[in-house]
T-cell receptor, first 114, second 109 residues
Framework: NAGVTQTPKFQVLKTGQSMTLQCAQD?????MYWYRQDPGMGLRLIYY???????DKGEVPNGYNVSRLNKREFSLRLESAAPSQTSVYFC?????????????FGSGTQLSVL | EDQVTQSPEALRLQEGESSSLNCSYT??????LFWYRQDPGKGPEFLFT???AGEEKEKERLKATLTKKESFLHITAPKPEDSATYLC??????????FGGGTRLMVKP
């Protein structure tokens, strides 16, 4: 059982470059999330999708866009990467419908923007 | 604004030496408090949900407790495989989750 799968695992970008982080879950969960994790700051929500066809901003959405492609897939796009976006990015899905309880996380993408 | 503060930031224990991790919180309408375990290079893994003061949950050597202002994660007779970062998070009345910065636990054999 794969759970939540994220690609790529590592990425180095130059300032101004764009990229898309991919996420897929095979647990038939409705809600999916993108977080970033920075040292000493805890996980912070970037965007979430409560269900297929809906997306909403989280705490730190600036510089990012998302697409809920279908029930399984939720992608995060950086249109013009900045050094401040250097972070570890996690995708998650929720086992409890309509809530962010009991999240299942992917293994993360470590992104460096030079 | 909801706040979650975890202490200590890092904790070194000898194998078998029991201790507790603290999670202090302020939240607008607690809908749940969660504990996660995170191993290096991995995503957080769900451990417990606590909903109301006085509630306790146990799993192997871990026991989580909740009061109106804080939660404790008690680790009894820890083993080296319990070494990880433990994260606490609170869910508020608006269904928004706030994570603490985590406690990095190191258990030496």
């Amino acid at each position: 059982n794969a759970g939540v799968t994220q690609t790529p695992k590592f990425q180095v970008l130059k300032t101004g470059q764009s990229m898309t982080l991919q996420c897929a879950q095979d647990m038939n969960h409705n809600s999916m999330y993108w977080y970033r994790q920075d040292p000493g700051m805890g996980l912070r929500l970037i965007y979430y999708s409560a269900s297929e066809g809906t997306t909403d901003k989280g705490e730190v959405p600036n510089g990012y866009n998302v697409s809920r492609l279908n029930k399984r897939e939720f992608s995060l796009r950086l249109e013009s990467a900045a050094p401040s976006q250097t972070s570890v990015y996690f995708c998650a899905s929720s086992a409890v419908p309509g809530t962010n309880e009991k999240l299942f996380f992917g293994s993360g993408t470590q992104l460096s923007v030079l | 604004e909801d706040q979650v503060t975890q202490s200590p930031e890092a904790l070194r224990l000898q194998e078998g030496e029991s201790s507790s991790l603290n999670c202090s919180y302020t939240v607008s309408g607690l809908r749940g408090l969660f504990w996660y375990r995170q191993d290096p290079g991995k995503g957080p893994e769900f451990l417990f949900t606590l909903y109301s003061a006085g509630e306790e949950k146990e799993k192997e050597r871990l026991k989580a407790t909740l009061t109106k202002k804080e939660s404790f994660l008690h680790i009894t007779a820890p083993k080296p495989e319990d070494s990880a970062t433990y994260l606490c998070a609170v869910n508020n009345a608006g269904n928004m989750l706030t994570f603490g910065g985590g406690t990095r636990l190191m258990v030496k054999p």
